[in-house]
């Protein structure tokens, strides 16, 4: 099956961008997404790309997919204290079942 | 975009009772529900997918018998714990994905529900 894998942690001053990166193992998967938990909630749908993309910007966030490395990355741009969260990058592959990523936790420091 | 609530929110039992979560789309219809668990500082780990009408497809190492999904009508479905123990507190979310519109098209995006935190004792 996919194997997603990310970071664990990340710490970056309010204002400053943030980059949060994934990788993944199925070149098949052709939708990648972005999560965001909060602690105690649900997941939040932030953003997602199609694989034949490479770059897509929605507002604050740009989502970069590297497909010939299997790379995803999430940049956060004038990261806020409220954007302090868990991160969760997943592949939709085969039976639209979604694999995954182990999570980033973000801090963002005053 | 859709909202999918759950019920309850949080839940503490004694061990050896059996505990239902429901999980329901509020505003459009869901032909499919996945379920998901997620032990604390992990990842989600899909449990089980229904379709409407049909019995659910577990994921290997889930046992079917002691979690019960029900999918009985395109705004709700049911997780059932039976005979629950310590080992299966966690944290148990639940997605939806449908048709936003009756008749419209479906769409494959899944929309995720607040969670229900199920304590153990």
């Known amino acids: 099956g996919e194997d997603v894998e990310q970071s664990l942690f990340l710490s970056v001053r309010e204002g400053d961008s943030s980059v949060i990166n994934c990788t993944y193992t199925?070149?098949?998967?052709?939708?990648l997404y972005w999560y965001k938990q909060e602690p105690g909630a649900g997941l939040q749908l932030l953003t997602y790309i199609f694989s034949n993309m490479d770059m897509k910007q929605d507002q604050r966030l740009t989502v970069l997919l590297n497909k010939k490395d299997k790379h995803l990355s999430l940049r956060i741009a004038d990261t806020q204290t409220g954007d302090s969260a868990i991160y969760f990058c997943?592949?939709?592959?085969?039976?639209?079942?979604?694999?995954f990523g182990t999570g980033t936790q973000l801090k963002v420091e005053l | 975009g859709a909202v999918v609530s759950q019920h309850p929110s949080w839940v503490i039992c004694k061990s050896g009772t059996s505990v239902k979560i429901e999980c329901r789309s509020l505003d459009f219809q869901a032909t499919t529900m996945f379920w998901y668990r997620q032990f604390p500082k992990q990842s989600l780990m899909l449990m089980a997918t229904?379709?409407?009408?049909?019995?659910?497809?577990?994921e290997q190492g889930v046992e079917k018998d002691k979690f019960l999904i029900n999918h009985a009508s395109l705004t709700l479905s049911t997780l059932t714990v039976t005979s629950a123990h310590p080992e299966d507190s966690s944290f148990y979310i639940c997605?939806?994905?449908?048709?936003?519109?009756?008749?419209?098209?479906?769409?494959?995006?899944?929309?995720f529900g607040p969670g229900t935190r199920l304590t153990v004792l």
């Open positions: 997605s939806a994905r449908g048709r936003e519109l009756a008749g419209g098209p479906r769409t494959d995006t899944q929309y």
């Open positions: 229904s379709n409407e009408g049909s019995k659910a497809t577990y």
């Open positions: 199925d070149s098949s998967s052709t939708y």
């Open positions: 997943a592949g939709r592959g085969g039976g639209n079942k979604l694999t």
